[in-house]
Nanobody, 114 residues
Framework: QVQFVESGGGLVQAGGSLRLSCAAS???????MGWYRQAPENQRALVAS???????TYKDSVKGRFTISRDNAKKTVYLQMNSLKPEDTAVYYC?????????WGQGTQVTVTS
């Protein structure tokens, strides 16, 4: 059974940086992966995705600020977040992309203060 464990979130001032990590288990890790986020009263939405060979896509609002990467040997996907804004505040999750597993992790909270 696939499991995702996210980490690296925290409280940061606007303009700051955070690096999120997501370790996957119970999977060959051969699928595309995505980082998703859910702010209060909003639906969970895709932030960035990365293919098995490294091709990436980004939500328009994070282009140029966020970078997704993966280490297939460690079965880990990363999200480097720079120039953070208060509107980036959310719980961040990783999962497969585009078809997600129902087994979401606990997520990691990112809070950006102005």
């Amino acid at each position: 059974q696939v499991q995702f464990v996210e980490s690296g979130g925290g409280l940061v001032q606007a303009g700051g940086s955070l690096r999120l990590s997501c370790a996957a288990s119970g999977t060959l890790f051969s699928d595309s992966m995505g980082w998703y986020r859910q702010a209060p009263e909003n639906q969970r939405a895709l932030v960035a995705s990365i293919g098995r060979l490294g091709g990436t896509t980004y939500k328009d609002s994070v282009k140029g600020r966020f970078t997704i990467s993966r280490d297939n040997a460690k079965k880990t996907v990363y999200l480097q977040m720079n120039s953070l804004k208060p509107e980036d505040t959310a719980v961040y999750y990783c999962n497969f992309f585009p078809t997600t597993s129902p087994n979401w992790g606990q997520g990691t909270q990112v809070t950006v203060t102005s």
